[in-house]
């Protein structure tokens, strides 16, 4: 299965500054690539690379995005596939924008990975 670049939304309840430790905690139980690439008031933004499809990953991270939210951390998140390109307004050197290129050559680099293991093994039957 080909790795995707998802991107993970999470609207705190409070502002991120009285919000404790809350970028460590969703990066410590994401357990795929992840770099944390937006923020703002009360808003993170994470950039994943993983082989899951967006249903799996939705199923796997729900239950520990749900306990955040009854523990009164978080008010929403929301998963999606991320774009081909962003821009914003500090153009291409958003940390945004570079996590994004970043975790696209993420995932070309395991794809090709995993195309060269299948196509080796094969060579080697014949």
């Not at 967006?54 to 995005?65: H, S």
């Not at 774009?83 to 975790?103: F, M, N, Q, W």
Request: hydrophobic share 40%.
């Amino acid at each position: 299965m080909p790795n995707e670049v998802y991107f993970l939304e999470i609207i705190a309840k409070n502002d991120l500054e009285d919000t404790g430790n809350l970028k460590a905690r969703v990066i410590s139980q994401v357990k795929c690539w992840c770099k944390p690439g937006f923020h703002a008031k009360r808003l993170l933004k994470f950039v994943l690379v993983t082989p899951e499809t967006l249903d799996q990953l939705f199923d796997r991270l729900a239950p520990m995005l749900e306990s955040l939210k009854d523990s009164g951390s978080i008010e929403r998140f929301v998963l999606h596939p991320a774009p081909s390109a962003v821009v914003t307004d500090h153009g291409k050197i958003d940390a945004l924008a570079h996590y994004l290129r970043a975790g696209q050559v993420e995932a070309a680099e395991r794809n090709k990975s995993q195309r060269l293991r299948h196509l080796e093994g094969r060579q080697r039957r014949v």
